[in-house]
């Protein structure tokens, strides 16, 4: 007994020497916290609370919106203007949408009201999403491109930085459109990720505008058409604050960009830093030609060229080895193979 009595004089001695420090102090040690740790250390005392509440010790917190919290759109609208979660910066949509039915009345959706409910909802919960005034990362992982409002994806949040949006999520070509309109006139943003979409209805000179105004773009799996690509290529020649660029076609059909002039293409492939080309159908004198520039005059770090698999022997034999080689020495990375090659960080 006259040892837990010890142990317990020592333990509260030492919670109100603790309870006495400076805030500040206090905050330095939540700064080693991970987020379950603050978040537990929140509910030792009301001193402690008053420090890890505050909005800036949050602000690289991932504020995830999944299927559990589906339907509680006041719940997501009031935490995101909590004191705490005010100046969050990172969002994550992964609402798996199977899961959905099971959120709605009579464990599934029977009817068309349920439908147009689940429809009112989810698109609420993208305005609230989108209109955050602090985001800068947003990652669509899936949602459902139904409940993305066109209207709302004509005006891209302020302070937008990264943008993700993932092969799972089959935007329309307004969504698109929408989404390219309103990050033409936004300056703030700088990586674009957009797999597995249409780009095809997308203006050229837009889409070559917005491409050559970020610093990393990744548009793989995609579909594209020849003038947008020249549109690219041509600014990128320019003018471009771009950097890395991944690129793909559509697997089921290659891109024919031969018709590109072999020099302003080798120009405008050496102003990168790193670039990832798949699923074109090149010339043999644009690959050469791309290659002799790398040697010459060029900024690349990093080049992945997949070509057709039909088509890899009739470009790639004429090639001098030895200029291949020569590539491989000067690069941090080069790969030059058929089809399903894909640039590897």
């Not at 709605?104 to 005034?133: A, G, K, T, Y």
């Not at 793989?220 to 076609?249: G, H, M, P, R």
Request: aromatic letters at 10%.
């Amino acid at each position: 007994n006259c040892l837990i009595h010890f142990y317990k004089r020592t333990l509260t001695r030492i919670m109100t020497e603790i309870s006495m420090l400076p805030q500040e102090m206090i905050g330095k040690v939540f700064d080693y916290l991970s987020w379950p740790e603050l978040g537990r250390a929140m509910m030792v005392c009301r001193s402690w609370r008053e420090v890890g509440e505050q909005p800036a010790r949050w602000r690289e917190f991932e504020f995830v919106v999944t299927e559990k919290n589906f339907g509680d759109t006041d719940v997501i609208e009031k935490t995101l203007e909590s004191e705490r979660f005010s100046l969050v910066r990172h969002l994550i949509l992964q609402v798996r949408l199977w899961r959905l039915q099971y959120k709605m009345p009579e464990e599934r959706i029977r009817s068309e009201s349920d439908w147009l409910r689940q429809v009112r909802i989810m698109r609420e919960i993208f305005r609230i999403v989108w209109r955050h005034p602090h985001t800068e990362s947003l990652n669509i992982l899936s949602f459902g491109d139904w409940y993305m409002d066109p209207e709302e994806m004509l005006v891209i949040p302020p302070k937008l930085k990264s943008l993700k949006v993932s092969k799972y999520n089959n935007l329309s070509a307004e969504q698109v459109q929408g989404l390219f309109s309103g990050m033409k006139n936004q300056d703030a943003l700088t990586d674009l990720e957009m797999i597995g979409q249409d780009f095809s209805e997308v203006d050229p000179d837009t889409l070559a505008i917005v491409v050559n105004n970020l610093k990393c773009v990744n548009i793989s799996d995609s579909y594209l058409n020849f003038d947008q690509i020249q549109a690219v290529f041509s600014l990128l020649a320019q003018n471009s604050k771009l950097k890395e660029l991944t690129i793909s076609a559509r697997e089921i059909r290659h891109l024919d960009i031969s018709g590109m002039n072999a020099v302003n293409l080798a120009v405008s492939v050496n102003k990168l830093q790193k670039l990832c080309l798949n699923y074109f159908t090149i010339t043999r004198d644009q690959l050469e030609t791309v290659l002799r520039q790398v040697l010459s005059k060029s900024s690349l770090k990093k080049l992945v060229i997949g070509i057709p698999s039909d088509q890899y022997e009739e470009i790639t034999e004429e090639i001098p080895e030895e200029l291949i080689w020569e590539v491989r020495k000067k690069l941090d990375m080069f790969e030059l193979d058929f089809d399903t090659v894909y640039y590897d960080e």
